[in-house]
C-alpha cells in the first residue's frame, strides 16, 4: 500500500484567512515532503521532515508554516497568503531520508486558491 | 548541479501508435532516476524507476524506460499508446544536497502528451 492521503482536495481562503492543509501516510515512511506546483510547470520542493524534524527549508516564506506532530502527520498552517500563492500543493513522503536513491510517493494534492 | 532536461514540451501520438520520450539528465555520480506521471487534476504517480543494474527497467501500465550512461538519458517507452495515457510525464533524478542526502527530486520540465483517437 503505497498512499499518501491529502485533505481538503480544494480549499478557497481570502488573503486574511488562517488555514491548513492536512497529510497523512500510514507507510512506515521517516521523510515527509511538501511541494507547490504552479500550472504546467514541475513540482518545487518546499519543506523536507527527517524523523519527524524540519531538515530542509527552501527559502519558503514564514506565511507558509509546516508541521509533524508525529511520523504519519504533515500540516501545512497557512496565513496571510498572497493570490500568487495559488497552486496545487502535493505532500509526499520516502522511507529513509538519508539517500539519493529513495522512491518519493506523492499525493494527490490540495488545490489552493487564494481570493 | 544536477539538472534534468525533457526536450519535447508537447507531443502528440495516435492512439495504438508507439511512444518515446525524452530525458536527459546532469549528475556526477551514478543517478537515480525516475518517471512519474501526473493525470489532469491529479497527483503524481511513480511510473518506474532506475536505481542500478539492468538498464532496462519495466514499469507499470506498460511502459519502459532505458538508462544509457553514454547518452545521460533515461528516454521513457510504450509500444501502444491508450487514450488513458494522456497526461502530463515528469522525469526526475534524485539529488545529493550539500552535505546530506534527503531524497530531493530534481524535475524536469514535463512533456505533455496527446492521444489522437
Known amino acids: 500500500d503505497t498512499e499518501v492521503t491529502q485533505t481538503p482536495k480544494h480549499l478557497v481562503m481570502g488573503m486574511t484567512n488562517k488555514k491548513s492543509l492536512k497529510c497523512e501516510q500510514h507507510m512506515g515512511h521517516r521523510a515527509m515532503y511538501w511541494y507547490k506546483q504552479k500550472a504546467k510547470k514541475p513540482p518545487e520542493l518546499m519543506f523536507v521532515?527527517?524523523?519527524?524534524?524540519?531538515?530542509i527549508n527552501e527559502s519558503v516564506p514564514s506565511r507558509f508554516s509546516p508541521e509533524c506532530p508525529n511520523s504519519s502527520l504533515l500540516n501545512l498552517h497557512l496565513h496571510a497568503l498572497q493570490p500568487e500563492d495559488s497552486a496545487l500543493y502535493l505532500c509526499?513522503?520516502?522511507?529513509?531520508?538519508?539517500?539519493?536513491?529513495?522512491?518519493?510517493?506523492f499525493g494527490e494534492g490540495s488545490w489552493l486558491t487564494v481570493v | 548541479a544536477q539538472s534534468v532536461t525533457q526536450p519535447d514540451i508537447h507531443i502528440t501520438v495516435s492512439e495504438g501508435a508507439s511512444l518515446e520520450l525524452r530525458c536527459n539528465y546532469s549528475?556526477?555520480?551514478?543517478?537515480?532516476l525516475f518517471w512519474y506521471v501526473q493525470s489532469p487534476g491529479q497527483g503524481l504517480q511513480l511510473l518506474l524507476k532506475?536505481?542500478?543494474?539492468?538498464?532496462l527497467v519495466q514499469g507499470i501500465k506498460g511502459f519502459e524506460a532505458e538508462f544509457k550512461r553514454s547518452q545521460s538519458s533515461f528516454n521513457l517507452r510504450k509500444p501502444s499508446v491508450h487514450w488513458s495515457d494522456a497526461a502530463e510525464y515528469f522525469c526526475a533524478v534524485g539529488s545529493d544536497y550539500g552535505s546530506g542526502n534527503t531524497g530531493k527530486l530534481i524535475f524536469g520540465q514535463g512533456t505533455t502528451l496527446q492521444v489522437k483517437p
Open positions: 532506475y536505481f542500478s543494474g539492468d538498464t
Open positions: 509526499a513522503s520516502s522511507q529513509e531520508p538519508q539517500s539519493s536513491g529513495n522512491t518519493i510517493y
Open positions: 549528475y556526477g555520480a551514478t543517478p537515480y
Open positions: 521532515y527527517s524523523y519527524e524534524k524540519l531538515s
